[in-house]
């Protein structure tokens, strides 16, 4: 039989386990007293990971005398987890899809595996500790797991609180989330269980994960618009904190930074549908955590195209090598930063802030709003700054100034990426096209000049910069440059052809 359910995890150190037994908040809360229990799953998947592709789970799991088959599909959420499960009794030891009741659900299950047959994956061993909630709204389920995940025998421990919906509301589960979190330093765990476990089976490093495409409707309310952008911008800000924190791939800050400056722009877009006391909070803490991963892009960038590009020339020379070093160490600080960010308060109660936003109430003064009128007035506007910015003679802007612009492209590229859907995709096309070479063509003159500063940090008294190096990156910043404004002047009369599709 089908279920739904709204759940949301925090981490929980180890060391504050026994703390949270004792809380006293929690025991003034619970309607009975708390029941423990041994779970231990074991979870199915082709040997091509078929069910993973398709954000599937399927486990075989004793509890007690016990043991159920629970097929798990995830549906839409950020931080606050909405999925659907079918549960089903079984007597088994490997999975039988006719357990499952619902017949469309079990056709596209059979679809999705194919001939392959099921194999174990991972297992969970999890002792489980509940208590329910009474809240204002209904109850809530707290749950204390502990255990772990194992898969070929590697191991991931398992320490985390999980709260499920039973019959309150989404705002009264985030309230006790939130308080918890200020309490015992707990942050909220992004990875469910079989997450986890798929990435330890498959020895794999963090995904990247980028801005999905967004469905709107012409005539819906505006705030019903923004709190969806906004969920989507968290589910890609909270789908790149493990990879900013492991630093091996560096699109993870590259995406998390996107992620903080589409919500910033969307908080922009729709600054009259939302409470003053609500967005501008909020956005001085993206501000905040945007300039605490900025070092770690800037470096990552100059370190893959500033520095790379001279291996071929100066590689085997041991000044290179000992200035190559020396960026290294100072990406490293960069990204010590990052990580800093990552783990603070300040950065758990901004993802707090981000998921508990979809469920604000409605504002009054915005209910008359719609999303098609917010469109066209972004639209413009971002427009007419665009060309205020580029004045008369855009070709005789300095480095200041096309700063400024390339700020004022970026902001138009966000108002089209958001309100795309309510327009004409053939009409669209071209402005895409053209906004997204304009911005990229001005990032690179922008590149030149930050690494150019960069590089100016780098000098010390006892430890300058080899002269053989500045004149390489040197001359390579000014060709940079050249080039740059050479192909600004396409790029801009490209773009100032177009005709507003929103018009």
Not at 135 to 150: N, S, Y
Not at 184 to 194: C, H, L, R, W
Not at 241 to 270: C, K, M, N, P, Y
Not at 433 to 444: H, I, M, P, R, T
């Amino acid at each position: 039989m089908a279920e739904s359910e709204i759940e949301l995890k925090l981490s929980l150190a180890q060391t504050e386990v026994s703390r949270f037994r004792r809380d006293t908040a929690l025991h003034r809360m619970k309607r009975a007293r708390a029941v423990s229990r041994s779970l231990l799953a074991v979870y199915f998947d082709t040997p091509d990971l078929s069910l993973r592709a398709h954000k599937a789970a399927l486990r075989i799991r004793q509890e007690g005398a016990d043991r159920i088959q629970t097929l798990k599909v995830s549906g839409k959420g950020a931080g606050l987890q909405h999925r659907t499960e079918y549960n089903a009794p079984t007597t088994a030891q490997e999975p039988d899809l006719s357990l499952i009741d619902d017949p469309a659900m079990r056709q596209a299950l059979m679809a999705m595996i194919g001939d392959d047959p099921l194999v174990p994956v991972f297992t969970t061993d999890i002792r489980r500790t509940i208590w329910l909630l009474d809240l204002p709204g209904g109850p809530v389920e707290l749950a204390l797991d502990l255990g772990q995940i194992e898969s070929q025998g590697r191991v991931d421990p398992v320490c985390e609180v999980e709260l499920e919906l039973k019959g309150g509301t989404p705002q009264d589960l985030l309230d006790v989330a939130a308080d918890l979190g200020a309490r015992y330093g707990m942050s909220v765990a992004i990875e469910s269980k079989a997450q986890r476990g798929y990435a330890l089976f498959q020895r794999s490093e963090p995904t990247i994960q980028k801005a999905n495409k967004l469905k709107l409707e012409p005539q819906e309310p505006a705030w019903r618009a923004v709190t969806g952008i906004i969920e989507e911008g968290t589910a890609q800000l909270l789908g790149n904190e493990a990879a900013v924190l492991a630093g091996t791939d560096i699109e993870g800050v590259h995406q998390a930074r996107v992620a903080v400056r589409r919500l910033r722009a969307a908080l922009s877009a729709f600054r009259d549908s939302i409470p003053d006391d609500l967005r501008k909070p909020l956005n001085k803490m993206l501000r905040r955590h945007q300039l605490a991963l900025g070092p770690a892009r800037d470096w990552d960038v100059f370190l893959t195209e500033t520095l790379a590009p001279l291996e071929s020339d100066h590689g085997s020379t041991k000044s290179f090598k000992a200035f190559q070093k020396r960026v290294q160490v100072a990406r490293t600080r960069a990204y010590k930063k990052a990580h800093k960010a990552l783990r603070s308060a300040r950065y758990d109660q901004l993802k707090m802030a981000l998921i508990r936003f979809p469920y604000q109430p409605e504002p009054q003064h915005a209910r008359h709003i719609s999303t098609e009128t917010v469109a066209k007035e972004l639209l413009d506007q971002r427009l007419s700054a665009v060309l205020a910015a580029a004045g008369p003679d855009p070709k005789q802007l300095d480095d200041v100034a096309l700063h400024a612009l390339r700020i004022d492209v970026k902001k138009l590229r966000y108002a089209i990426d958001f309100f795309a859907s309510l327009y004409d995709p053939n009409e669209i096309k071209p402005w895409k096209g053209a906004s997204k070479a304009l911005q990229e063509c001005l990032g690179g003159l922008n590149d030149a000049v930050v690494h150019a500063a960069l590089l100016d940090a780098m000098e010390a008294p006892d430890m300058p910069v080899p002269k053989s190096i500045r004149r390489a990156i040197e001359k390579g910043n000014t060709a940079k440059i050249e080039t740059g404004k050479a192909e600004f002047d396409a790029r801009w009369s490209e773009f100032r052809v177009l005709t507003p599709f929103w018009a």
